[in-house]
């Protein structure tokens, strides 16, 4: 069976078709299941689609980032491979165990990554884009300033190196992640029993909702990407009501512009300044 798994992921990456095929397939499928049980009347500044079209454009923007790292990110985990470096190599590991441990690294990755950014205010810069958006749905999850998408390539590449992730490993956690990332960003109105059971191991939507909330200290929690291990490993697991969560920032960007492109993308190179717009209600 992992053979057959291992098979199919170990040359993805010569298919860009089909690694855009999850990607847009995701999106689309939590698109029109938000669109059929939404869990918010999301007020967009002119409709979903005005909405849908700024974070598109910063999704193209980090896919071509991507796609651009792609080369070094091939080169690293080939490198890994040739010379047998990083743990699946030191601790031995079979086949489950590799899938395993690069899965495991990646994901840290993801949490360790979103932890740094938002607590060193240069980095934070960059991130502030992505929780400037008002209107938390399925297409906010690709919704990073091109500096953002860079920093989480680098540590991306990092923990490739350390886990001696081979590319199967890869293709398979940015599978899942894609999938996972419009999962928790979608404005799905999921059971609350079925959301609490789905947080003890995987990010669940309501569980991702509290780290969009616009205050402190729910900002800065749960910055688990598919896996809730780390935050709760790490201590920064909150809960917070579903009905109590409202979107944005209460300061640093002012939120009636959270649908203005190039003020986004001017942002994080301009003073941080406290946002005068009337607090939320």
């Known amino acids: 069976m992992w053979h057959r798994f291992v098979e199919y992921f170990q040359t993805l990456e010569h298919r860009p078709a089909e690694r855009m095929a999850f990607l847009v397939g995701g999106l689309l499928i939590f698109w029109i299941i938000e669109g059929a049980i939404p869990l918010y009347p999301l007020r967009y500044k002119k409709n979903k689609w005005r909405h849908a079209s700024v974070n598109f454009g910063f999704t193209v923007l980090h896919l071509i980032i991507h796609t651009l790292l792609a080369f070094l990110i091939v080169w690293i985990a080939d490198w890994c491979q040739q010379r047998s470096f990083g743990l699946i190599f030191w601790l031995h590991a079979d086949l489950f165990f590799i899938i395993l441990i690069s899965f495991l690294a990646l994901d840290f990755s993801s949490w360790l990554v979103h932890w740094i950014m938002h607590k060193v205010k240069p980095l934070w810069r960059f991130h502030l ?58 404005n799905v109105n999921m059971p609350k029993h079925l959301d609490k059971i789905l947080s003890y191991i995987l990010v669940s939507p309501n569980m991702h909702k509290v780290h969009h909330h616009y205050q402190q200290p729910y900002t800065d929690s749960n910055y688990g990407a598919v896996l809730s291990i780390w935050d709760r490993l790490f201590g920064t697991f909150k809960k917070l009501d579903i009905r109590h969560i409202k979107y944005g920032l209460d300061k640093y960007y002012p939120n009636e512009k959270d649908e203005d492109f190039m003020a986004l993308m001017k942002k994080p190179f301009q003073p941080l300044e406290s946002n005068n717009s009337p607090q939320k209600p």
């Not at 590449?157 to 419009?182: E, K, N, R, S």
């Open 129 to 186: 884009i992505h929780h400037s958006d008002n209107s938390v749905d399925v297409t906010t999850g690709l919704r990073h300033h091109p500096g953002d998408s860079i920093l989480r390539g680098i540590f991306f590449m990092l923990l490739i190196f350390v886990a001696g992730a081979p590319m199967y490993g890869v293709m398979i956690y940015q599978t899942f992640l894609v999938l996972a990332t419009a999962f928790t960003h979608a």
